[in-house]
């Protein structure tokens, strides 16, 4: 199957620094590509549509100046968190959607697990 | 996107057959039905997916009724390593299309 990787996999960093996190199609390119935030014993919210060449679109209430998304590429997508503070620790996931023929399914990265002290 | 209803819970052991339903009465025409797995710390990995009838892989089958509303996950011999959370999707399978997740199910398998 498909291969989407993040990059990396835990960090920790302090109150008021920013943090970037990688998202990677490994075998396939990805047009799209979505991220995700999960929060402990929550199900997966979906923060953004990541599209290549062009701006995010932000879910209603994810803040685009705090979550800044770049897709640079047909194979890699950036999440990063500016002025992170505790309460934008979580489990932070990606995905994308290679073609299987007329039908696409969507793979998911392993997540990067963000605290800030 | 349709609304999907899963049992939040479900309890089984090691060797029985599971089978989890979805409810999701507002499925549109272009809809497909799909469903997760995710280990705890882990991305959600892809199980099964379908739109009508029946279909089956190696891990899994999905039997879905002709109205489409409802949909069952059904695992054969299931053992300890399937304790995990199980979500039923239903999207429009487009490459620009996000997935919007429930509150899935957790399966725990005991011995």
């Known amino acids: 199957g498909a291969v989407v990787s993040q990059h990396p996999s835990r960090v920790i960093c302090k109150s008021g620094t920013s943090v970037k996190i990688e998202c990677r199609s490994l075998d396939f390119q990805a047009t799209t590509m979505f991220w995700y935030r999960q929060f402990p014993k929550q199900s997966l919210m979906l923060m953004a549509t990541s599209n290549e060449g062009s701006k995010a679109t932000y879910e209603q209430g994810v803040e685009k100046d705090k979550f800044l998304i770049n897709h640079a590429s047909l194979t890699l997508s950036t999440l990063t968190v500016t002025s992170a503070h505790p309460e934008d620790s979580s489990f932070y996931i990606c995905?994308?959607?290679?073609?299987?023929?007329?039908?696409?399914?969507?793979?998911f990265g392993p997540g990067t697990r963000l605290t800030v002290t | 996107l349709a609304k999907t209803t899963q049992p939040i819970s479900m309890d089984s052991y090691e060797g029985q057959e599971v089978n989890i339903t979805c409810s999701h009465n507002n499925i549109a025409t272009n809809d497909y039905i799909t469903w997760y797995q995710q280990f705890p710390s882990q991305g959600p990995r892809f199980i099964i997916q379908?739109?009508?009838t029946k279909v089956t892989n190696e891990v899994a089958s999905l039997f879905i009724p002709a109205d489409r509303k409802s949909s069952t996950l059904s695992l054969p011999r299931v053992s300890l390593s399937d304790t995990a959370v199980y979500y039923c999707?239903?999207?429009?399978?487009?490459?620009?299309?996000?997935?919007?997740f429930g509150k899935g199910t957790t399966l725990s398998v005991s011995s």
């Open positions: 379908g739109y009508k």
């Open positions: 999707l239903v999207g429009d399978n487009q490459a620009g299309t996000a997935l919007i």
């Open positions: 995905s994308a959607t290679p073609r299987r023929g007329l039908q696409y399914e969507q793979y």
